[in-house]
């Protein structure tokens, strides 16, 4: 099922980008949305900030559909950037040509200013970043919208505004190679944009399908936003316990209690887990200790090492793994000098 890009979320974006947030603040309450943003873009036009009056135009269109002067004048703004970009692309590569690499890079920055996407001037930049605030990315082959947004900004939910910046419907495939540039949000903004019923509803259906990393993910974006969320305070608690007794059947002891560690205080069954998950990281460091033991008796010092520091990364204090390891490093060293 396709699910719609969100105008206001969009619109709260380019708002952060554009440093316009103080501006609509200082409008009344009455002036609409889309008015608010063709005067933006009139004054950026104004101030040769072409992309930017594009972008405002583009969210004004979004919020009054069909407006035939709305359309007429993205149109002709997309032509006015289109030539000033080609123009001084062709001066870039005239001075790129004759050596004076430093105009040419003026020239191909400009370029960038007008089309952030530019194939050719962000190929003779080297991929360097162009703008601040923003990152170049590369579309890798089988990249989905939501790997983009996993590998910039961390969060499969941030799909929407990489298929927006791409022009992209939501469940569309970006082609191999694509370069796109991406706005780098701060993550007291990202807050902003969680869904909270919808976090929530996810994370229940993620637990009911026992995907509790899932789940756990919906309920820690939540309690971001909204540390006092008992729901989802609970989600997280019954989602880390659950995961802990998972990572314990597989052995994997060390994980179980870092999980275990995250649920709240009196969570029954708790501290027998938390009880369980230390004594069996103990014996687990113990029988590499003892595994060390067996290797150095029979002389092959560099394993009884290796053993002996995975006693160590199971229990830091384990002070006879400590002497054991110097002294076998003490032996070796003897025996390469023997060599």
Same mark, same amino acid.
């Given at each position: 099922?396709?699910?719609?890009?969100?105008?206001?979320?969009?619109?709260?974006?380019?708002?952060?980008?554009?440093?316009?947030?103080?501006?609509?603040?200082?409008?009344?309450?009455?002036?609409?949305?889309?008015?608010?943003?063709?005067?933006?873009?009139?004054?950026?036009?104004?101030?040769?900030?072409?992309?930017?009056?594009?972008?405002?135009?583009?969210?004004?269109?979004?919020?009054?559909?069909?407006?035939?002067?709305?359309?007429?004048?993205?149109?002709?703004?997309?032509?006015?950037?289109?030539?000033?970009?080609?123009?001084?692309?062709?001066?870039?590569?005239?001075?790129?040509?004759?050596?004076?690499?430093?105009?040419?890079?003026?020239?191909?920055?400009?370029?960038?200013?007008?089309?952030?996407?530019?194939?050719?001037?962000?190929?003779?930049?080297?991929?360097?970043?162009?703008?601040?605030?923003?990152?170049?990315?590369?579309?890798?082959?089988?990249?989905?919208?939501?790997?983009?947004?996993?590998?910039?900004?961390?969060?499969?939910?941030?799909?929407?505004?990489?298929?927006?910046?791409?022009?992209?419907?939501?469940?569309?495939?970006?082609?191999?190679?694509?370069?796109?540039?991406?706005?780098?949000?701060?993550?007291?903004?990202?807050?902003?944009?969680?869904?909270?019923?919808?976090?929530?509803?996810?994370?229940?259906?993620?637990?009911?399908?026992?995907?509790?990393?899932?789940?756990?993910? !919906?309920?820690?974006?939540?309690?971001?936003?909204?540390?006092? !969320?008992?729901?989802?305070?609970?989600?997280?608690?019954? !989602?880390?316990?659950?995961?802990?007794?998972?990572?314990?059947?597989?052995?994997?002891?060390?994980?179980?209690?870092?999980?275990?560690?995250?649920?709240?205080?009196?969570?029954?069954?708790?501290?027998?887990?938390?009880?369980?998950?230390?004594?069996?990281?103990?014996?687990?460091?113990?029988?590499?200790?003892?595994?060390?033991?067996?290797?150095?008796?029979?002389?092959?010092?560099?394993?009884?090492?290796?053993?002996?520091?995975?006693?160590?990364?199971?229990?830091?204090?384990?002070?006879?793994?400590?002497?054991?390891?110097?002294?076998?490093?003490?032996?070796?060293?003897?025996?390469?000098?023997?060599?």
């Amino acid at each position: 099922m396709k699910r719609p890009l969100k105008g206001l979320f969009v619109l709260c974006i380019i708002m952060h980008l554009m440093g316009c947030a103080g501006l609509l603040r200082q409008q009344p309450v009455a002036v609409p949305l889309a008015e608010q943003c063709r005067t933006m873009a009139l004054e950026y036009e104004k101030s040769g900030e072409l992309q930017q009056a594009l972008l405002n135009l583009k969210i004004a269109d979004r919020l009054s559909p069909g407006d035939e002067q709305l359309a007429r004048k993205i149109a002709d703004l997309k032509t006015t950037i289109e030539s000033n970009a080609a123009g001084h692309f062709k001066q870039g590569m005239a001075y790129y040509r004759k050596g004076r690499l430093k105009k040419a890079q003026k020239e191909f920055l400009i370029v960038l200013r007008y089309d952030p996407c530019h194939k050719d001037a962000l190929e003779h930049l080297k991929g360097r970043p162009v703008r601040e605030g923003f990152v170049t990315y590369k579309v890798k082959k089988g990249n989905s919208l939501e790997d983009i947004a996993v590998e910039v900004y961390k969060d499969p939910g941030m799909d929407f505004l990489v298929a927006y910046i791409m022009g992209l419907d939501i469940e569309a495939k970006p082609d191999p190679g694509t370069l796109i540039e991406l706005p780098v949000l701060e993550p007291q903004f990202l807050k902003q944009l969680i869904d909270v019923e919808k976090s929530l509803s996810e994370g229940r259906s993620f637990f009911k399908a026992k995907e509790y990393e899932k789940a756990l993910a !919906s309920a820690q974006r939540v309690l971001d936003v909204e540390p006092e !969320s008992k729901e989802a305070a609970d989600l997280k608690n019954v !989602s880390c316990f659950r995961l802990g007794k998972r990572l314990a059947l597989k052995r994997k002891h060390p994980e179980s209690l870092e999980m275990f560690i995250q649920v709240e205080s009196g969570y029954e069954g708790l501290e027998k887990a938390i009880s369980d998950a230390k004594e069996n990281i103990a014996k687990q460091a113990e029988m590499h200790y003892r595994r060390g033991v067996k290797l150095f008796l029979n002389e092959d010092l560099e394993n009884a090492i290796v053993e002996w520091e995975e006693t160590l990364v199971l229990d830091p204090d384990h002070q006879k793994a400590k002497r054991d390891i110097e002294e076998a490093r003490k032996l070796l060293k003897k025996l390469e000098q023997f060599r």
